[in-house]
């Protein structure tokens, strides 16, 4: 697969950013660090099954230098689009506990979106020394599929058109904006931060571009998420209270919720916060939902440090 389009730091952020390349185990990880203050403590941020590391931009920004975030651009995604097999919660847990090690920031707060929240619950759960606290973003709590359901179709009902994505040729970068701008979620346009999210994820090929993320990867983690007992059960055996933020509406930008509500009373113990007007997406990159998300890893250092 061919590497993504060079990406420049950013300028004119509260806090630097740079690209920083992290050895684990067989490959090397790409991290997108934004450093804060001298001393100031540092988060690390996973993203979900077909975004990368730049999603985390608005909420770096909201951290003010306050607090430094390191997003990781999990194996297929991003920067560590080459990077091979394994995927899997517990190869991308893994890696993200060696990340914080060879950073030497353990133990850590980590905050994990959709997928990166099932993530961090894994590394969590297999790496106890390397994690102090968890914030969760629309994910953890396991997705609502039938016993006797075909992973292959849920995959298609729930990742339809990020699959779709994934296959296509795009004849220039514009195209793909576009497509973006248009989508649901998104109604209120694209901010420069989504802008270079969205083309952060395109590489060239013959007749355009296409996205760098690995389809083998998403349809490997996905199908876990759907098949695997021990995956599902991480919510449940997470008895430690994390602060869980749930977005208003899914996917698309309606309802049904990503993060049932029937959750909320099931595991009381945990602190659970709701963005009015956000979607699964814009939880994330919107204003509400990043400020939120912000508040929410300073009320956890707090606690943890």
């Known amino acids: 697969m061919?590497?993504?389009?060079?990406?420049?730091?950013?300028?004119?952020?509260?806090?630097?950013?740079?690209?920083?390349?992290?050895?684990?185990?067989?490959?090397?990880?790409?991290?997108?660090?934004?450093?804060?203050?001298?001393?100031a403590p540092v988060v690390f941020a996973v993203h979900g099954i077909t975004a990368n590391a730049w999603s985390w931009a608005n909420v770096a920004r909201r951290l003010n230098g306050e607090i430094g975030l390191v997003a990781v651009d999990l194996r297929g995604r991003g920067g560590s689009c080459d990077a091979p097999p394994p995927y899997g919660m517990r190869a991308h847990a893994d890696d993200v506990a060696a990340v914080i090690t060879r950073l030497g920031a353990a133990?850590?707060?980590?905050?994990?979106h959709s997928m990166g929240a099932h993530v961090a619950l894994m590394c969590a759960e297999r790496h106890p020394d390397a994690v102090d606290g968890l914030v969760l973003v629309d994910g953890g709590p396991p997705l609502e599929v039938a016993p006797d359901a075909d992973p292959n179709q849920v995959l298609e009902q729930v990742l339809g058109p990020a699959l779709a994505r994934l296959r296509k040729v795009w004849p220039d970068r514009v195209t793909y904006h576009a497509m973006w701008s248009a989508h649901p979620a998104?109604?209120?346009?694209?901010?420069?931060?989504?802008?270079?999210?969205?083309?952060?994820?395109?590489?060239?090929?013959?007749?355009?571009?296409?996205?760098?993320?690995?389809?083998?990867?998403?349809?490997?983690?996905?199908?876990?998420?759907?098949?695997?007992?021990?995956?599902?059960?991480?919510?449940?055996?997470?008895?430690?209270?994390?602060?869980?933020?749930?977005?208003?509406?899914?996917?698309?930008?309606?309802?049904?919720?990503?993060?049932?509500?029937?959750?909320?009373?099931?595991?009381?113990?945990?602190?659970w916060r709701y963005v009015a007007g956000s979607n699964?997406?814009?939880?994330?990159?919107?204003?509400?939902?990043a400020s939120a998300i912000a508040a929410a890893l300073g009320d956890a250092l707090a606690t943890t440090h």
Do not use: K
Request: hydrophobic letters at 40%; charged letters at 20%.
């Open 280 to 289: 699964h997406y814009s939880v994330l990159f919107g204003e509400a939902g």
């Open 186 to 271: 998104f109604a209120g346009g694209l901010t420069p931060d989504m802008e270079r999210y969205v083309l952060s994820d395109l590489a060239p090929c013959e007749g355009g571009f296409r996205s760098i993320v690995s389809e083998e990867a998403v349809r490997t983690d996905g199908t876990e998420l759907i098949t695997d007992h021990q995956v599902r059960g991480l919510f449940e055996r997470h008895t430690e209270p994390v602060t869980v933020i749930r977005a208003e509406t899914g996917l698309m930008a309606t309802p049904p919720p990503f993060v049932d509500e029937r959750f909320v009373a099931q595991y009381p113990q945990h602190d």
């Open 2 to 39: 061919t590497r993504p389009l060079a990406i420049v730091p950013s300028v004119g952020d509260a806090n630097s950013t740079d690209i920083v390349r992290v050895p684990v185990g067989d490959t090397e990880l790409s991290c997108v660090r934004w450093i804060g203050r001298v001393g």
């Open 107 to 112: 133990p850590a707060l980590v905050v994990g």
